[in-house]
């Protein structure tokens, strides 16, 4: 396996020429993993060294990022009635979708589980599978989520929301009690593909959640923001919280909160929460992948440029965890949106992997007859 590909010389360059701190970053981390076999170092840089995030450039080629533009901007188009591409004047109609709100909190589309061509080849690309197995080893799933567009402001974009939080239920990612085991996505419970980040357990980490960039974002043009290190001070943070039942949601009430989602949550921060200071936007050229430790808070800040914010949400876990059941059901869950979508054809060998197709009875039969068990 080519690490140095995925480590090396990649991450010493910058990533978002406009940010002095992202390179500082990189460099940094760059030095700590000089001294340590790549694999280990990847792993303790995430989990020890203070950063608590990573950025692997050239993940995916220009091609690839532009192809996956085209089937957002085609998704939009198909099924949102008046928008076009390439007049902003019509990416107002957004917003007035029935789901408008998500666009102009999150710019997230409804579906949570989009499947189409070059999403597919993102989700199997060996890069991406090799910058996710440099951190949780071999035996990986990859997540099946969505992307987001961020709206040029300066264009006449609806701003999204500035946002910090932690995609995990403090107490019980730390107890094991988030039912993440019940997951079995039957047809039309698309959202629990969702679930399996706020119900993630630290039994079964490590866990990273990514992006994987699609258009070079620069500081101005909105997305990903961290706090750098937090992983480190996660412990000591959730024994100062004390009892769960002191951070439920009060209307007016100015701090934060736990925002409970069907057996996990997300941890919401406060505008007025101290840790906005320490978060850092972090800029990303194009085809680069950002993961970090699901223990840094992070969220996203809005656009304030005439460029739009693409991006693709990819995460990926440990396979050993999942009991027999739920990963079977996953991998039929997949295969079936992937034969729905006429996909099947484009399953690699590492997509078998990644999708969990290992899990099913014989899978390589099926990949060639499109039948399944659910058939
Ligand atoms: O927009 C972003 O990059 C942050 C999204 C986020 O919070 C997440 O992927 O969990
Ligand atoms: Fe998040």
Same mark, same amino acid.
């Given at each position: 396996m080519d690490k140095s590909r995925a480590h090396g010389n990649d991450q010493s360059s910058?990533? #978002?020429? !406009?940010c002095g701190h992202v390179e500082d970053y990189e460099a940094a981390i760059l030095a700590a993993n000089a001294e340590y076999d790549v694999k280990k170092a990847f792993v303790q840089s995430l989990a020890?060294? !203070?950063? #608590?995030f990573v950025i692997f450039r050239d993940v995916i080629s220009e091609e690839d990022c532009r192809a996956t533009r085209n089937e957002i901007w085609s998704y939009l188009e198909s099924k949102v009635p008046g928008f076009r591409r390439d007049d902003p004047e019509t990416w107002r109609v957004l917003s007035e979708t029935n789901t408008g709100r998500y666009y102009d909190a999150y710019g997230l589309p409804p579906d949570p589980v989009i499947v189409t061509r070059q999403l597919v080849r993102n989700r199997q690309n060996c890069n991406v599978i090799r910058a996710f197995k440099n951190i949780l080893g071999d035996g990986i799933l990859v997540s099946q989520d969505r992307w987001c567009l961020y709206r040029a402001t300066q264009r006449g974009g609806v701003p999204t929301r500035n946002n910090l939080h932690l995609d995990l239920h403090p107490w019980r990612y730390l107890d094991g009690n988030t039912q993440i085991e019940d997951l079995r996505y039957e047809e039309g419970h698309d959202h629990e593909f969702s679930l399996e980040i706020p119900r993630s357990r630290a039994e079964d980490g490590p866990h990273i959640q990514g992006v994987l960039n699609l258009l070079d974002n620069l500081e101005e043009d909105g997305g990903t923001q961290l706090v750098p290190g937090f992983h480190n001070a996660f412990m000591e943070w959730k024994l100062e919280? #004390?009892?769960? !039942?002191?951070?439920l949601f009060k209307p007016g009430q100015h701090s934060n909160w736990l925002h409970p989602g069907n057996g996990g949550a997300s941890f919401k921060f406060h505008e007025q929460d101290p840790i906005q200071a320490l978060a850092h936007r972090i800029p990303l050229k194009q085809g680069s992948l950002l993961l970090w430790d699901q223990r840094c808070v992070h969220g996203s800040r809005p656009n304030c440029s005439s460029r739009v914010r693409m991006a693709q949400f990819i995460r990926a876990f440990r396979r050993a965890p999942l009991s027999k059941d739920r990963a079977v059901a996953r991998a039929c869950a997949i295969f079936r949106k992937l034969k729905a979508a006429q996909l099947l054809d484009e399953v690699s060998g590492s997509g078998m992997e990644v999708f969990g197709f290992?899990?099913?009875?014989d899978a390589m039969d099926m990949m060639q007859t499109g039948l399944s068990c659910l058939d």
């Open positions: 910058t990533a #978002g020429a !406009s020890r060294d !203070s950063y #608590g919280l #004390g009892k769960e !039942s002191e951070w290992h899990d099913l009875p």
